[in-house]
C-alpha cells in the first residue's frame, strides 16, 4: 500500500504561482512513479505531469510544457509540482497518483490516490 496526500491548491490571478505537494508513505516509494492528473467540472480526468522516483525522469502533458515543473525531495519523500504563468483553463482538483508502473500511470490507471486539492484561477 502506498498513502497519498496532496496539498497546496487555492485561489490565484491569471499569470500566478501555486506549488502543490505530494506527501508519499507506505511501501518503498523509489519503486514507484509519481503523477499528478487534474479534473475540470464536466471533464474527464486528464494527465499532467510524472516523474520517476529513482531516476527522476520527467513527463509532461504539451498543455503544462514550460508553465509546470515536477520535482521530487528524497528526504521528505513528498513529489512537487511547481504551477507558474496560471491560466483560467487550469482550474481543476490537482490529483497525484502513484503506480510501479511508468506505463500504467501515462495511461491514467494508477493503482494509488491522493485526495486532490483544488487549484483555482481567475482571469
Known amino acids: 500500500q502506498v498513502q497519498l496526500v496532496d496539498s497546496g491548491g487555492g485561489l490565484v490571478q491569471a499569470g500566478g504561482s501555486l506549488r502543490l505537494s505530494c506527501a508519499a508513505s507506505?511501501?518503498?516509494?523509489?519503486?514507484?512513479?509519481i503523477g499528478w492528473f487534474r479534473q475540470a467540472p464536466g471533464k474527464e480526468r486528464e494527465f499532467v505531469s510524472a516523474i520517476r522516483w529513482d531516476g527522476g525522469t520527467t513527463s509532461y502533458a504539451d498543455s503544462v510544457k514550460g508553465r509546470f515543473t515536477i520535482f521530487r525531495h528524497n528526504a521528505e519523500n513528498t513529489v512537487y509540482l511547481q504551477m507558474n504563468s496560471l491560466k483560467p483553463e487550469d482550474t481543476a482538483v490537482y490529483y497525484c497518483?502513484?503506480?510501479?508502473?511508468?506505463?500504467?500511470?501515462?495511461?491514467?490507471?494508477?493503482?494509488?490516490w491522493g485526495q486532490g486539492t483544488q487549484v483555482t484561477v481567475s482571469s
Open positions: 507506505g511501501r518503498t516509494v523509489s519503486n514507484y512513479v
Open positions: 497518483a502513484a503506480e510501479s508502473s511508468w506505463t500504467r500511470l501515462r495511461v491514467g490507471v494508477p493503482r494509488y
